[in-house]
């Protein structure tokens, strides 16, 4: 939600955080921010309910040249941990894509968006599609559907055509962004010895939207 809120058109995602910070203070929650939830961590807090919300993470597909230097993700970009050239290429082209190529754009890159199905925003509902394709429009985002990504080189991303043609798209700096996958890690850690219960909410149940994760969290507290 963090990383979310960077793109232009979620900005007031920062209101909603302050909102639940507010309110968990009202309720006496207490936080505790930088501080990573290890399995030690948890067995010393002997907690009677543990829930657990770690998210999603990125996925890598499987290409030649995926980890060349000239790759990155977008969890890695929206956190600022690289510096982008002037040609930026986005490999997917889901709502994330979409969202984080106009937080791209918005700095003066040349974007270009790739998609191997037929629409871009794909994911996208119908109100949101408008406002984004008028952004697009805005930031001059290139976009190209019915590609496929056969590899990644130090000029760009190499795709073939649904013709059948192979062509390269100049890239300084690629970002993968296809559908991220839940993050399992914690919860693969924990043991039923860690707490009598155990949930987990969100993403890291499986890679879903704001919506879910904030009526998982409802349900499961109403329940405790
Ligand atoms: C760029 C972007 C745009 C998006 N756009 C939309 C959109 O338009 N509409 C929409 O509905 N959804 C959107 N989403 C998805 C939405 O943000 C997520 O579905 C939602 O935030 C999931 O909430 P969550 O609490 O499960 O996980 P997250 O919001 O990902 O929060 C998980 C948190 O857990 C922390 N964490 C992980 N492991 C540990 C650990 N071991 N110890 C302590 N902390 C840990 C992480 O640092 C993170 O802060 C977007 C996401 C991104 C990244």
């Given at each position: 939600?963090?990383l979310?809120?960077?793109?232009?058109?979620?900005?007031?995602?920062?209101?909603?955080?302050?909102?639940?910070?507010?309110?968990?203070?009202?309720?006496?929650?207490?936080?505790?921010?930088?501080?990573?939830?290890?399995?030690?961590?948890?067995?010393?807090?002997?907690?009677?309910?543990?829930?657990?919300?770690?998210?999603?993470?990125p996925?890598?597909?499987?290409?030649?040249?995926?980890?060349?230097?000239?790759?990155?993700n977008v969890f890695d970009?929206l956190d600022?941990?690289?510096?982008?050239?002037?040609?930026?290429?986005?490999?997917?082209?889901?709502?994330?894509?979409?969202?984080?190529?106009?937080?791209?754009?918005?700095?003066?890159?040349?974007?270009?968006?790739?998609?191997?199905?037929?629409?871009?925003?794909?994911?996208?509902?119908?109100?949101?599609?408008?406002?984004?394709?008028?952004?697009?429009?805005?930031?001059?985002?290139?976009?190209?559907?019915?590609?496929?990504?056969?590899?990644?080189?130090?000029?760009?991303?190499?795709?073939?055509?649904?013709?059948?043609?192979?062509?390269?798209?100049?890239?300084?700096?690629?970002?993968?962004?296809?559908?991220?996958?839940?993050?399992?890690?914690?919860?693969?850690?924990?043991?039923?010895?860690?707490?009598?219960?155990?949930?987990?909410?969100?993403?890291?149940?499986?890679?879903?939207?704001?919506?879910?994760?904030?009526?998982?969290?409802?349900?499961?507290?109403?329940?405790?």
């Amino acid at each position: 939600m963090r990383l979310g809120a960077k793109s232009p058109l979620l900005r007031e995602w920062n209101d909603l955080v302050k909102y639940y910070a507010a309110q968990m203070k009202k309720v006496g929650v207490r936080t505790e921010l930088g501080k990573e939830a290890t399995p030690d961590v948890i067995k010393k807090e002997k907690p009677d309910v543990l829930i657990i919300a770690t998210g999603s993470k990125p996925t890598k597909p499987e290409l030649p040249g995926i980890d060349n230097q000239n790759v990155t993700n977008v969890f890695d970009l929206l956190d600022n941990k690289v510096t982008l050239g002037d040609k930026v290429v986005f490999i997917g082209g889901n709502e994330i894509a979409v969202q984080t190529a106009e937080y791209v754009a918005v700095q003066g890159k040349k974007v270009t968006i790739l998609e191997e199905g037929k629409r871009i925003g794909y994911d996208i509902n119908i109100f949101n599609t408008l406002v984004h394709r008028r952004k697009m429009d805005e930031y001059k985002i290139k976009t190209l559907v019915n590609v496929k990504v056969d590899r990644i080189e130090d000029e760009g991303v190499v795709v073939t055509t649904l013709g059948g043609k192979e062509a390269t798209i100049p890239a300084d700096t690629i970002v993968v962004a296809l559908p991220f996958e839940a993050d399992t890690g914690l919860r693969q850690q924990i043991s039923v010895t860690s707490a009598p219960e155990i949930y987990s909410i969100g993403d890291c149940v499986s890679f879903r939207k704001l919506y879910e994760a904030i009526h998982d969290g409802f349900k499961v507290g109403v329940k405790v």
